[in-house]
């Protein structure tokens, strides 16, 4: 089992930029894929981003892609979600989430896919 925690998040300007982390627990954190999701008032949970275990292989939503990046140490069993040219539609919670997967490659992307969840960080992009 896996315990995840998320910081960086805040308060921004439109066009800023904001570095998320996301801390696990535990020993075996390169057995992970790992996933950032996010989730505004009213709407459904949305997939942001996601790494393999390697963290060789990425993917990104539609809305983020060329803005974003996700990357990890798996040294420092961190992940992180780089954001820049932040726009207000960016702000929700940002959650980040750990699927337990024998595939070094497999990048995953629905929230169904993933078994551990933190407890989410607030952005806030203003306009």
């Known amino acids: 089992q896996v315990q995840l925690a998320e910081s960086g998040g805040g308060l921004v300007q439109a066009g800023g930029s904001l570095r998320l982390s996301c801390a696990a627990s535990?020993?075996?954190?390169?057995?992970?894929?790992m996933g950032w999701f996010r989730q505004a008032p009213g709407k459904e949970r949305e997939f942001v981003a996601g790494i393999s275990r390697s963290g060789g292989n990425t993917d990104y939503g539609d809305a983020v892609l060329g803005r974003f990046t996700i990357s990890r140490d798996n040294a420092k069993n961190t992940v992180y979600l780089q954001m820049n040219s932040l726009k207000p539609e960016d702000t929700a919670v940002y959650y980040c989430?750990?699927?337990?997967?024998?595939?070094?490659?497999?990048?995953?992307?629905?929230?169904?896919?993933?078994?551990?969840w933190g407890q989410g960080t607030q952005v806030t992009v203003s306009s």
């Open positions: 535990g020993r075996s954190f390169s057995i992970y894929a």
């Open positions: 989430a750990a699927d337990k997967t024998s595939l070094q490659s497999t990048v995953r992307s629905f929230p169904s896919q993933f078994d551990y």
